[in-house]
C-alpha cells in the first residue's frame, strides 16, 4: 500500500447533517432539531460529530467525538453518543430498574421485556441515558464498553475479602 493510500482513508470528509438526522430519527425517533448546532464527519467506518467551529485544513487523529460505527448491518451507535442526544429518543428505548440498571452497566444480559424492535436501543436508567443495548427477542445485552464498565458486585466483595 502507498503512503498516499493510507493517508486518503484517514481523511475526515464532510458529512450533510441529514444522513445523520435520518438514521437516528429512523431508529430512535430523534428530531433533526437535536443535531443543531453539530457538524457530522465520516472517517473510514466511523461517523463524529464536532460543535459548529471552523477547522483548519489540517490532518487530524480525531475530531470532536465518535458518535457511530457504519461498518456493521445496522448501523451501531456509541455509548458517548446516545448520552448525548439519546435524551431525544422517543422509540425503541428500555427503561431499567436498579437492579437491572447496575446488571447492565456491568455488562452483563438480561431478560427485559419490551416493545422495542430487535436491534440497537437506548437505555435509561430514572430518566438519564445509561447507553447503548443490543435488544432481541426478550434479551438486552450491554454494550457498554469494557472499560466504562461497573465492577460487578461479585468481584468487589472477592476484591474486599482480599484485603
Not at 424492535?117 to 445509561?130: D, I, N
Not at 445485552?141 to 468481584?155: F, G, M, N
Amino acid at each position: 500500500m502507498s503512503p498516499d493510500s493510507s493517508r486518503s482513508r484517514n481523511i475526515f470528509e464532510p458529512l450533510d447533517c441529514s444522513f445523520v438526522a435520518d438514521l437516528w430519527g429512523e431508529r430512535f425517533g430523534i428530531p433533526p432539531s437535536a443535531f443543531s448546532g453539530y457538524v457530522f464527519f465520516r472517517k473510514a467506518n466511523s461517523v463524529w460529530a464536532a460543535n459548529k467551529s471552523i477547522l483548519p485544513r489540517l490532518s487530524y487523529e480525531a475530531i470532536g467525538m465518535r458518535i457511530m460505527n457504519l461498518k456493521d448491518r445496522p448501523w451501531k451507535p456509541t455509548t458517548s453518543a446516545l448520552q448525548l442526544f439519546g435524551q431525544y429518543a422517543t422509540k425503541n428505548l428500555i427503561h431499567l430498574d436498579s437492579t437491572d440498571a447496575r446488571a447492565f452497566m456491568e455488562g452483563r444480559t438480561l431478560a427485559v421485556e419490551s416493545d422495542a424492535k430487535s436491534g440497537y436501543v437506548v437505555v435509561f436508567y430514572g430518566g438519564e441515558v445509561l447507553g447503548c443495548g443490543l435488544y432481541s427477542r426478550g434479551v438486552l445485552t450491554s454494550q457498554i464498553p469494557k472499560e466504562r464498565r461497573l465492577a460487578s458486585a461479585e468481584h468487589s466483595s472477592e476484591d474486599l475479602s482480599l484485603r
